[in-house]
């Protein structure tokens, strides 16, 4: 298996890192040498032999894939159609994200980097990138918002059990955003020794293809599954959660160019997307420029960047990877808004009907099912991006009566 496939249509991010209108690098000057680096050489280091065969070597082994793709048969009959779902909630360390950073950390040893930064909000891709740089031996260093490392404390724990040193961003609202700005200043000062770990398809080109690549195994993989329980490769509907879009673009990659597969996408509407307390970025957004690359972004009139607000700390992101808004734009994928109070129903149902506790950011993208209203003889595809053990305490609170 190689994930080096290439899209040959307009979906490929071009030359200059554009998808349509969307993309770029948009970096302080200091920075450029380093991206430089990793775009003159990315492309031919994830596409040689022994990069792929020591990625899928991990991704078997250490990761557990591939994942199994799962008949849901009780939610099938609840709705009337069938359902699968793309257990990505069953990798090491329970969410899709290890698939992009075990990438990362092969890419880093072959660039002859010794140290790893990051920016995490939630912890989730900050656990993620702790866990590769001990797996290779590396010298890892974690930004966290100051506000972030106070509401995500267990996630800070398990980066200090795993050897990475998590380092407090003090500045402005103390969260994602100033984390993210600690991150590459950081970079830019130590630009030789040190390989920037990115946890979504967003950032500056070459991120967002990179990233695209190592996560389109979670497609490369249902194709394949999909054949051995259907007789057919290509489903009617892809269904994902987007927070910056990585788990989806995995599981939109190899479908992208096949125009009968339905790609939807579900993001946060947190408690309405008129509420003043929402992370529903294709339905807020307008163009502007975020972490180095142009996309749709929640801004302000002025073009201040708006806090976003979701009850899933993993789709609490104010804006989404460039191919993501082009596939918006285009009309490529649908984008759909869904609320809090969506998801929480939609993640008990599952868990109730499947005997599986999914993450509050997947359950946004289960939500959809209820709207779907998919025929009988209609295949979905849930990508099931990471499970919910993180988010037991807040499930139980916001079921405090129900669940006596
Ligand atoms: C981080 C996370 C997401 C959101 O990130 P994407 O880059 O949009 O995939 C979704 N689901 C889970 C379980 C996560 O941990």
Known sequence: MTTS???????????????????????PELLYPNIAELTAHYLHYIQSKDFQEEFHQLLRDYVGRPTPLYFAARLSAKYNTQIYFKREDLCHTGAH?????????????RLGKRKIVAETGAGQHGVATATVCALMGMECIVYMGEVDMQRQAPNVARMRMLGAEVRPATSGSRTLKDATNEAMRHWINNPTDTHYII?????????P??????????????RQQLAEKTGSELPTYVLA????GSNAAGAFYHFLEEPSVQLIALE?????????HSAATTALGRPGILHGSKSLVIQTPDGQVVEPYSISAGLDYPGIGPLHAYLFESGRAKFVPITDEE???????????????PAIETAHALAYLEKLKAQPDEVVVVCLSGRGD?????????FAERLK
Request: glycine letters at 16%; aromatic letters at 10%; proline letters at 2%.
């Open 5 to 27: 496939v290439q899209l040959t249509g307009r979906f490929q991010v071009d030359e200059r890192g554009y998808y349509g209108r969307f993309g770029g690098a948009y970096i």
């Open 97 to 109: 994200k290890i698939n992009n950073t075990i990438g990362q950390i092969l890419l880093a040893k």
């Open 199 to 207: 946890g979504s398809v967003v950032g500056p080109h070459p991120y």
């Open 209 to 222: 293809d990179m990233v695209a690549r190592f996560q389109s195994v979670i497609s490369q993989e249902i």
């Open 241 to 244: 959660c987007v927070g910056g």
């Open 268 to 276: 946060a509407a947190g408690k309405g997307i008129h509420s003043g």
């Open 343 to 357: 998801a929480m129903e939609a993640g008990l149902l599952c868990s109730q009907l499947e005997g599986i506790i």
């Open 390 to 398: 993180k988010d037991l305490q807040t499930y139980i609170n916001w």
